[in-house]
């Protein structure tokens, strides 16, 4: 009999004109309408089901000591492509094949071009050279006015005491409120969400290769302007535990690189519901294809991580740590629940020196260990540190049976640390390793082009209960409208210890979870993440074997999604395909809500269902949940 897996819990215009210069490309549905302005200035404005939208985007490139790409195109030449591919991703973040189809017109003129592609569910645009010799930039200028009194949702850099605005770790709650109350000069990184009449709006990129990513600035007013990291010109370790790279003297130009080239795609992703938002795959279908050739090696899987809980077992005969008892004793669990691999989360050797182990550490059992019970290790690094140690480090991870791990505090997206990410990813790919960034921008499509970084952080999950109460159900759900969009995600879910707002508290070494246990669950079907990691506690986990089996059955990497519903915040009910199975996850934010869910997606027949839901007790005690098995006919 077929299977079905369920997750549940309760718990004024602008004006527009049309001028005479315009040039006009419509999606294949012709649903979506750009008209492309040039002349003294480049811009462009949209409409959606026959509706001009509020808003109007100039663009340019802005290289030094040379003519603006915007002056270049008022002599152009004009060609109109259509496509309509296949695109087959080896992480599978959404589903294993995405259908890449879209109409795009390009002007082109001596030595630069401008492409714009239009999709069923959004727009994209880019920049090119063709100049012989490298060249140098001084800005980039995206301008987009819409209605001040515009909602928009999006994460504001909170500023730093050690550093300029442009260190961030890319971990921030999401606000909504209309555009004109972000007070002027607030910062923002992509994807951010603007309300427009009939339609929601994500603005982000892709493929930022050898350049800086976008922020996004308010002004207080009606207008937002892209805004870029300036290239750093000297560099400063600090002298924190986990030393970071900090820029002390920047450039007036944001980048310098090859003459001859295509600059990132500026994304609008376009939903006529909220659910659109969360199946969107623009980003990873504008991503360069991969460069590292064959990538049949990478597998999707799942994790479980120690640092969260701050290694806090009980019921062991041992004295819990890092030390490879502990570590021991999470291959065993892993084995036991279906896992992948186990993290070594930060400890296991010096910060600053990936030779200089715990002397509690004995790698060589801990590797063999976890070979003759079929489990892999990851390890996690210092983004400084293993830069500084590359090679030789890659060298000793894979004496180890490593295929998989993670680096940390990069806290900055100009473009030396662009080069990082794509230096670190290739060295890996050579030695055919995964590796997952922390501390770092989202993947914009560079999980694309390179596979192996198989998932980033960028976002503020699990770790932030431990001294906050941030992570809370309506952050969780802004998370699938925004962030995702910009692909997939380190959430670290899965805490056992599940807390109503009332009961919460942020305890270093006991953390806990604000919402129910099946919310936590949920976030494994929910969220995008090849390699989910689970955080909670293994010796609760042991005590409830049950539950342990049903989350370990969860696979990773899916061949199908299908967003069912969802709305901004308040809930959403997410359907993932793979093998013979379906898997559905649904969650809410802090009101109960009763869902009925839809089979059709399922096809004629009757379905064996497993379901794990809140129990009648979970507004008390969200721990509470119901497993249950029942038949179906769809």
């Not at 609760?540 to 299908?562: C, H, S």
């Not at 096809?603 to 809140?614: F, I, L, N, P, V």
Request: glycine residues 6%; proline residues 6%.
């Amino acid at each position: 009999m077929k299977k079905l897996i369920v997750l549940l819990l309760s718990c004024g215009l602008l004006p527009v004109s049309k001028a005479a210069d315009s040039l006009l490309v419509r999606s294949p549905d012709g649903r979506i309408i750009v008209s492309l302005h040039t002349g003294k200035e480049v811009y462009f404005e949209f409409s959606v089901d026959g509706k001009w939208q509020p808003v109007k985007t100039n663009i340019d490139l802005l290289p030094d000591n040379a003519e603006n790409f915007a002056a270049a195109l008022q002599r152009f030449t004009i060609s109109r492509t259509s496509a309509n591919a296949q695109i087959v991703s080896p992480g599978a973040e959404k589903s294993k094949q995405l259908n890449d189809r879209y109409n795009q017109l390009r002007l082109t003129s001596s030595n630069a071009a401008l492409e714009c592609r239009v999709y069923n569910n959004g727009l994209a645009w880019r920049w090119l050279s063709a100049r012989k010799d490298s060249i140098s930039i001084r800005n980039e200028m995206m301008k987009i006015v819409v209605d001040r009194k515009t909602v928009m949702t999006g994460p504001v850099v909170q500023p730093r005491t050690d550093a300029d605005r442009f260190h961030t770790s890319f971990e921030e709650l999401y606000t909504s409120k209309p555009l004109d109350s972000f007070a002027n000069g607030s910062l923002l990184f992509s994807p951010l969400l603007l309300q427009l009449p009939g339609c929601k709006l994500a603005i982000t990129e892709s493929d930022v290769l050898d350049y800086p990513g976008m922020f996004l600035e308010t002004t207080g007013g009606a207008t937002i302007n892209a805004v870029f990291a300036p290239l750093p010109l000297e560099e400063k370790l600090t002298d924190a535990l986990y030393a970071a790279r900090i820029v002390t003297k920047r450039s007036q130009l944001i980048a310098r690189t090859a003459g001859t080239r295509s600059f990132p795609w500026r994304v609008m992703a376009i939903a006529r519901e909220d659910r659109e938002l969360a199946s969107n795959g623009l980003v990873y279908q504008l991503a360069r294809p991969a460069v590292m050739g064959d990538a049949s090696w990478i597998k999707p899987g799942k994790c479980t991580d120690e640092w969260i809980i701050d290694i806090n077992l009980f019921n062991v005969p041992f004295k819990t740590g890092i030390n490879t008892a502990t570590y021991k004793y999470y291959i065993d669990f892993a084995k036991r629940f279906g896992f992948d691999r186990i993290m070594m989360d930060a400890g296991w050797s010096e910060p600053g020196d990936l030779f200089r182990l715990k002397p509690e550490i004995n790698m060589d059992t801990l590797s063999a260990y976890a070979r003759s019970k079929g489990i892999k290790i990851c390890m996690w690094t210092l983004a400084a540190t293993l830069d500084r140690q590359l090679d030789s480090a890659l060298q000793q991870f894979r004496r180890w049976g490593v295929d998989f791990i993670m680096t940390d505090f990069i806290d900055r997206d100009d473009q030396l640390a662009s080069r990082f990410f794509e230096r670190i990813a290739a060295a890996c790919a050579r030695e055919k390793m995964m590796i997952m960034f922390h501390g770092c921008p989202p993947p914009k499509g560079f999980n694309r082009t390179y596979p192996n970084n198989i998932t980033r952080e960028a976002v503020l999950g699990s770790e932030y209960n431990a001294w906050s109460n941030k992570p809370s159900p309506e952050h969780d759900l802004m998370l699938p409208f925004t962030r995702m969009l910009a692909g997939p995600f380190d959430y670290e879910p899965g805490l056992l210890d599940n807390a109503t707002q009332t009961q919460f508290q942020p305890i270093w070494g006991k953390v806990m979870s604000q919402g129910t246990r099946c919310h936590q669950l949920a976030m494994f079907v929910v969220y995008d993440n090849p390699m989910p990691i689970f955080s909670g506690n293994p010796s609760q986990g042991l005590m409830e074997p049950a539950f342990m089996e049903f989350l370990g059955a969860i696979p990773a990497g899916w061949d199908t999604t299908i967003v069912l519903d969802g709305k901004l915040g308040d809930f959403i009910v997410t359907a993932r395909h793979k093998g013979d199975s379906w898997y559905i996850g649904a969650m809410t934010d802090w009101t109960a809500r009763t869902i009925s869910i839809p089979t059709n997606f399922l096809g004629d027949g009757k379905w064996e269902a497993a379901s794990c839901t809140d129990g009648v007790n979970a507004d008390r005690y969200p721990a509470d949940y119901r497993l249950a098995h029942s038949v179906i006919q769809a």
